[in-house]
C-alpha cells in the first residue's frame, strides 16, 4: 500500500475528523443496534458512491479533464443536502491541509471530500484501489469510533467489527477501482441514511456534526 | 503561528476563552459584545459540546447581528478542536473573517476542565475564565490555563459572600501562580470592573493590530518543583513520572 494511503487513513490527521460520526448518531437514536450491518450498509451504498467519485475523479485529472462533469454526477446520485454539505467541509478541511502538503491540481472552490482525495491521490501518484481502500476504511473507522463515544463498550469489540468487515472493502475495491467515467458512479443510495442525516442536521442536540 | 500566510495586522484579533463549565465563558462574551460593539466589528465562533445553545443564548441576547454567530461541533472532542486539530474552528474563524470585516474573533471553548487551553495557531491571545462559586482552592491547584493563559478571569466575584470565598486571598494564589501575568477579578455586575476587562481587550486589539502580539501558549503542562528532584518539565519523564 502507498504510504500516503496510511496517512490519509490515519484518524490523527488534522482534517476534523473527529466531529463526524458517519451519521451513526442519528442512526442509534433512530434505533439502530446492529452496528456491523450498519457499516455493511454504508460500504455497499453511500460509501461506495464516494469512493467510486473519487476514482472516477483520479481517472479525469490524470486524462487532464475537468471535474465538473464528476461533481455533477456525484451530486445527483447524493440526494441529501445535508450530506453533500457534510462531504463538502470535510473536502474543504483536507484542501486545506493537503495543498499546503503537495502540488495539487487546482480545481473549484468547495469540492467534496471524495473529489479532494482524488486530487491528492493524482498528485501523490497514489492507485485507485488505494484510493478506494482509503475511503472505505475511514468510513468503518470513522462509525466504530463515534461508537465508543455514543454507547460505550469494550474497544476490542468495535475494532471487532472492524475486522469483520475488511473483506467488504476487497468488495469495494473489485466493484468500484476500474472506474473512468461519471456516468459509470453507481447511484447506491440509502434512503434511510439520507433521511437521518437531514434530521440531524436540524437537530438542536447533537455530539457530532454528521 | 496563526496562519503565517497572513501579516498578524490584517486580520481580525482571534481571543479564545476557555475554561470550565459553568464559570460564565458565554456571559463574559456577551458582556464583551454588549460594550465593544459600536467601537469594533465582533464575531463569534462557539464550540458547545452537546448542543448549540451557547451560540442560541449569544444570538439571543440581540449583543450581535446573528449571522456573525456560528456554532463548532467538536464530536465530544471539545479539547481536540481547540489545540491538536483546530481545522474546524480556523475554517469558522475564516468564514466570519470572510463575510465581514472584523476587528475581533472571539472563540469560545467548549466548557471541559482545567487543563483545556488553545493552540496559537487558532487563537491570538486567549483568556481562562475560573470563578468563586468553583472554589476558593481553583486558583492554588493550577493548570496551564490558570498559570499562563494572557488573563486570567476570577469570575462573579459579587458570589463570593454566599459561597464562603476570600476574592482577595483567590486572587493572590493566582497571581502568584502566574508570575506576574495579569488576574482580573470580575463581576458583571460591577462596570468598574467590566471596565478593566474592556480595557484589556483593546489594549490587545491594539497590539495585534500594531502587529507586536506574540501568540503564546499556555502549554499542556508546566515546568514545576519537587523538594527532591528540583525543577523540571513533564517532558523530560512522561512516563515515570506520577501525579
Request: glycine share 8%; proline share 8%.
Amino acid at each position: 500500500m502507498h504510504p500516503v494511503a496510511l496517512l490519509l487513513s490515519d484518524a490523527r490527521l488534522p482534517v476534523a475528523g473527529h466531529t463526524q460520526s458517519g451519521g451513526l448518531e442519528p442512526a442509534l437514536a433512530a434505533g439502530l443496534d446492529d452496528v456491523p450491518g450498519y457499516l455493511a450498509l454504508r460500504l455497499a451504498t453511500v460509501t461506495r458512491t464516494e469512493a467510486a467519485t473519487a476514482v472516477v475523479t483520479l481517472a479525469h485529472l490524470q486524462r487532464g479533464e475537468g471535474i465538473d462533469a464528476v461533481y455533477d454526477a456525484w451530486a445527483a446520485r447524493t440526494p441529501s443536502a445535508a450530506m453533500r454539505e457534510t462531504s463538502r467541509e470535510l473536502g474543504r478541511a483536507l484542501w486545506r491541509l493537503a495543498s499546503r502538503l503537495w502540488p495539487l491540481p487546482p480545481l473549484p472552490a468547495w469540492m467534496p471530500r471524495p473529489v479532494v482525495l482524488g486530487a491528492v491521490a493524482v498528485a501523490c501518484d497514489l492507485p485507485a484501489e488505494d484510493l478506494v481502500r482509503v475511503i472505505g476504511y475511514d468510513d468503518l473507522q470513522t462509525v466504530a469510533s463515534a461508537a465508543l463515544k455514543l454507547r460505550p463498550l469494550d474497544p476490542a469489540v468495535a475494532t471487532g467489527w472492524v475486522v469483520a468487515a475488511l473483506p467488504l472493502l476487497d468488495q469495494l475495491a473489485s466493484s468500484v477501482t476500474g472506474l473512468a467515467r461519471p456516468e459509470e458512479i453507481p447511484a447506491t443510495g440509502a434512503p434511510w441514511i439520507e433521511q437521518l442525516a437531514e434530521t440531524h442536521a436540524a437537530t438542536s442536540r447533537r455530539l457530532f456534526r454528521a | 503561528m496563526p496562519d503565517p500566510t497572513r501579516a498578524p495586522s490584517t486580520r481580525a484579533l482571534r481571543l479564545g476563552i476557555c475554561g470550565p463549565v459553568g464559570t460564565g465563558k458565554s456571559s463574559l462574551i456577551m458582556t464583551i459584545c454588549a460594550s465593544l460593539a459600536a467601537e469594533l466589528e465582533i464575531g463569534v465562533v462557539t464550540n458547545d459540546i452537546y448542543t448549540d445553545e451557547d451560540a442560541r443564548m449569544i444570538r439571543a441576547a440581540g449583543v450581535l447581528p446573528s449571522a456573525r454567530v456560528v456554532a463548532v461541533e467538536t464530536g465530544a472532542c471539545p479539547h481536540t478542536a481547540i489545540r491538536d486539530d483546530v481545522t474546524a474552528n480556523l475554517m469558522a474563524v475564516e468564514d466570519l473573517e470572510a463575510a465581514f470585516a472584523l476587528d475581533l474573533v472571539l472563540v469560545e471553548s467548549g466548557g471541559d476542565n482545567l487543563t483545556a487551553t488553545f493552540s496559537p495557531a487558532l487563537v491570538d491571545t486567549q483568556i481562562f475564565v475560573i470563578d468563586v462559586a468553583g472554589g476558593g482552592d481553583v486558583a492554588r491547584k493550577g493548570g496551564p490555563g490558570i498559570e499562563r493563559a494572557d488573563l486570567l478571569v476570577v469570575n462573579k466575584t459579587d458570589l463570593a459572600p454566599h459561597v464562603g470565598v476570600a476574592v482577595e486571598e483567590m486572587c493572590a494564589d493566582a497571581t502568584a501562580a502566574r508570575e506576574g501575568r495579569p488576574v482580573l477579578a470580575l463581576s458583571r455586575h460591577d462596570p468598574d470592573l467590566v471596565a478593566l476587562l474592556l480595557d484589556w481587550v483593546r489594549g490587545q486589539v491594539a497590539s495585534h493590530a500594531a502587529g507586536t502580539l506574540v501568540p503564546a501558549d499556555p502549554g499542556p503542562m508546566a515546568p514545576h518543583f519537587h523538594a527532591e528532584t528540583g525543577w523540571h518539565s513533564h517532558d523530560d519523564h512522561p512516563l515515570t513520572h506520577q501525579h
